[in-house]
C-alpha cells in the first residue's frame, strides 16, 4: 500500500463502507452530556465512560460528598452583549465581551459554557447565531443549557470611554442581581471587562479572595487589535474572511493560543492539513485547547501520511485522556506504519463496546494477523451494532468463503484483500471536558484526605506551576485556597508575594514577602523584596536582600542577576 493511498483511504464512522471527503470538527456539549455533566460534578456519582469507572467507583468518599453543594451553582451562561453604542464597527464587541468573562470564570474556578455550547443549543431551539435573547428567551436557553446563573449585560461610549454593565440571573430561583459596572478608556477596552469579571466573580461567590489587579493582570500581555482579529475570525460567516481575520491576529499577537486553535479548526477544515499541524503546533499544549489541538494535529498528520508522528500526537493524549477515539487512531497510525495495532483496537473496543468501527478495526487487525476466528467474531459485532454496514457484511462474506464474492448489480464493491482501519474523524470536546472533569474532582477527593499542611503544600506547589506559565488568576486562586488550608505555609505566601509584585501591588507583596519571612527563611522571598527596593532606589536594603537570598542559594541565577544590577547602580563590581 503506498502512502498516498493510506492518507487518503478514510472511512465513514458510520460504517456505511463509502468513503468521503469532508472532515467535520464537532465540538458543543450535548444538552444529555451537560446534563450528565452536572451529576458528576455536583454528586459525583455518573460515570459516562466505563474507562474510569473502577477508579472513579474507588474514589469515591465523604469529602466528595462535602464538596458536591459548593459546586452546585457555578455553571454560568454569559450571553453576548448588548450595543448600545450606536456604532455597527464596535459590534464585534458582543461577543467579545463574552469570551473574556467566559474566560476569567472559568480561570476563577467556576464551570462557563463555551460559545460552541451556546451556539448548539440555539440551533437546538430553532434561534440564529446572532439571536439577541430577552429575559425570557436567556432564561430557556439557561434552562436548555442546564445553567445555574446567566450573565447579561451591555456596553455604551462616553467619548473615548467605554462602560460595561452586567446583571447576573439566578436561574433556579429566577432572581437578578443589581447592575455592575465598569469603565475605561476604549484602548483599555479588555482590562474594563476584566474588571467587570471580578466584580460579577464576588458577586457569584463573595469568599473567593482574589484581587481585582490579578483579573486585569490576566489579560494584560494580550493586544486589544489582534482580539478584535481573533472574534471577528470566530463570528465571521464568510470563511474566506474567518482565515484573513485569524491570520492577522497571530500575525499582531504570536503566542496567542485560542487565535492558533480557531485558524487550525479552520485549515483542517478546508483540510489544508500542512498547515493545520503548523497552527495546531502553537497552541498552548496545558491550556483548555490543548488535547483538541494534539487530537486534530495527529488528525492532520495522518491525512499528510505522516504516520509517526500521528502516532505520538495521539499517544500524548492517550497519556492524559485515553478514550476510545484516541487510542482508536493511535491503533491506525500504527498500522498504517506496517506494525501491529492489535493491542490498541482492543483497548478502544473495551473502552467504548457501543462503537461499532472500533469492532471492524479489531477485526481487521486480528485478520491481518491470521487470527480469522476471533476477526469474525469482531465483525459479527460490528454488524450487530450497525447491520446496515455493507463493507463489513462483504467481509465477514469474503472472510468465511474466500472464494464467494459479491458480483450481483447495486452489490457493494468485493472487499479487498487489505481493508483499512477506520479512523474517528471528529473530536467529541464533551467527553474530554467530561472527563478531565472527573479527575479534576477525583484529585479534589485525594487532596481532602490530606492533613491541612500537606495540602497547602500540594496547592501551592500547582499555584507555582500556573505562575511560571503566566496564568496569575489561576496561581493566586491555588495560593488562596493554600493558605486557607494552613497559613503557617511559607510557600503560599511567597507565592502570593510574586503575583502581588506581577501584579504592581507593592505594598501587598511586601507584606507577603515578609510574612513568608516570619515562617521559613525563604530566596525567592528576599528577592521579592530586593526587586521591589530595587526599582524604589532602596539599594542598601536590595543589596541586603540579594545578599541573605544568596546565603540560602548560592546557585540561584535571579540572586546574581539582581545583585549584578544593585552594584551596577552603585558602581561597584562584584
Not at 35 to 51: D, E, H, N, T, Y
Not at 243 to 265: D, I, T
Not at 279 to 286: E, M, N, Y
Amino acid at each position: 500500500m503506498t502512502k498516498a493511498r493510506a492518507a487518503n483511504s478514510f472511512r465513514q464512522p458510520a460504517s456505511s463502507g463509502k468513503a468521503y471527503n469532508l472532515p467535520v470538527v464537532r465540538t458543543p456539549f450535548l444538552i444529555r452530556v451537560l446534563k450528565a455533566r452536572r451529576a458528576a460534578i455536583c454528586a459525583g456519582c455518573v460515570l459516562v465512560f466505563s474507562l474510569f469507572s473502577v477508579v472513579w467507583a474507588l474514589a469515591q468518599s465523604p469529602a466528595e460528598a462535602a464538596g458536591a453543594a459548593a459546586d452546585r451553582g457555578r455553571i454560568l451562561l454569559v450571553l453576548p452583549f448588548d450595543n448600545r453604542t450606536g456604532q455597527p464597527s464596535l459590534e464585534w464587541i458582543r461577543e467579545a465581551a463574552a469570551d473574556l468573562l467566559t474566560s476569567r470564570f472559568a480561570s476563577a474556578g467556576f464551570a462557563p459554557m463555551t460559545r460552541a455550547d451556546r451556539m448548539y443549543a440555539l440551533d437546538h431551539l430553532g434561534l440564529p447565531q446572532g439571536f439577541q435573547p430577552s429575559r425570557a428567551s436567556s432564561l430557556k436557553l439557561a434552562q436548555t443549557l442546564d445553567a445555574d446563573s446567566i450573565v447579561v449585560g451591555n456596553y455604551s461610549t462616553d467619548g473615548t470611554e467605554i462602560v460595561a454593565e452586567a446583571q447576573l440571573v439566578d436561574v433556579p430561583h429566577l432572581r437578578m442581581t443589581a447592575p455592575v459596572t465598569a469603565r475605561g478608556e476604549m484602548k483599555d477596552m479588555i482590562a474594563v471587562f476584566d474588571s467587570l469579571a471580578w466584580k460579577l466573580t464576588r458577586e457569584l461567590d463573595p469568599s473567593l479572595n482574589v484581587g481585582e489587579e490579578t483579573f486585569i493582570a490576566a489579560g494584560s500581555g494580550l493586544r486589544l487589535d489582534a482580539y478584535e482579529q481573533y472574534i471577528r475570525g470566530i463570528t465571521e460567516p464568510d470563511q474566506a474572511e474567518r482565515l484573513r481575520h485569524l491570520e492577522q491576529a497571530v500575525k499582531l499577537s504570536p503566542g496567542f493560543s485560542p487565535a492558533w486553535m480557531a485558524l487550525g479548526r479552520e485549515d483542517y477544515q478546508s483540510q489544508q492539513y500542512e498547515r493545520a499541524v503548523q497552527a495546531f503546533d502553537k497552541v498552548d499544549r496545558s491550556g483548555p485547547d490543548g488535547l483538541e489541538a494534539d487530537f486534530y494535529r495527529g488528525l492532520s498528520l495522518l491525512f499528510s501520511g505522516e504516520y509517526a508522528q500521528a502516532e505520538q500526537a495521539f499517544a500524548d493524549v492517550a497519556r492524559i485522556l485515553p478514550l476510545a477515539e484516541v487510542v482508536n487512531n493511535e491503533g491506525v497510525a500504527v498500522s498504517r506504519q506496517g506494525h501491529d495495532g492489535t493491542a490498541l483496537f482492543v483497548q478502544a473496543a473495551s473502552a467504548d463496546p457501543n462503537g461499532a468501527d472500533y469492532h471492524f478495526n479489531l477485526a481487521v487487525s486480528l485478520k491481518r494477523n491470521g487470527k480469522t476466528v476471533a476477526a469474525l467474531n469482531e465483525l459479527a459485532q460490528c454488524l450487530k451494532l450497525h447491520p446496515a454496514d455493507g463493507e463489513a457484511q462483504s467481509l465477514a462474506a469474503a472472510w468465511k468463503s474466500p472464494s464467494v464474492m459479491p458480483t450481483a448489480a447495486g452489490a457493494d464493491p468485493p472487499a479487498t484483500i487489505d481493508p483499512l482501519e477506520r479512523i474517528v474523524r471528529t473530536f467529541d470536546a464533551s467527553a474530554f471536558r467530561q472527563a478531565a472533569a472527573m479527575l479534576d474532582q477525583m484529585d479534589a477527593t485525594r487532596m481532602a484526605a490530606l492533613t491541612p499542611r500537606d495540602r497547602a503544600l500540594k496547592l501551592s506547589a500547582q499555584a507555582k506551576g500556573f505562575f511560571d506559565r503566566g496564568l496569575l488568576l489561576e496561581a493566586e486562586r491555588l495560593d488562596q485556597s493554600a493558605v486557607a488550608a494552613d497559613g503557617q505555609v511559607a510557600e503560599a505566601h511567597v507565592g502570593l508575594a510574586e503575583i502581588r509584585e506581577r501584579t504592581g501591588d507593592s505594598a501587598g507583596a511586601r507584606q507577603e514577602a515578609h510574612r513568608a519571612l516570619e515562617l521559613s527563611p525563604s530566596a525567592d522571598a528576599y528577592l521579592v523584596l530586593g526587586r521591589l527596593d530595587l526599582s524604589e532606589n532602596h539599594l542598601t536594603e536590595a543589596k541586603s536582600e540579594t545578599s541573605e537570598a544568596l546565603k540560602l542559594d548560592t546557585s540561584n541565577q535571579a540572586a546574581r542577576e539582581l545583585l549584578r544590577q544593585v552594584l551596577a547602580r552603585t558602581g561597584q563590581s562584584q
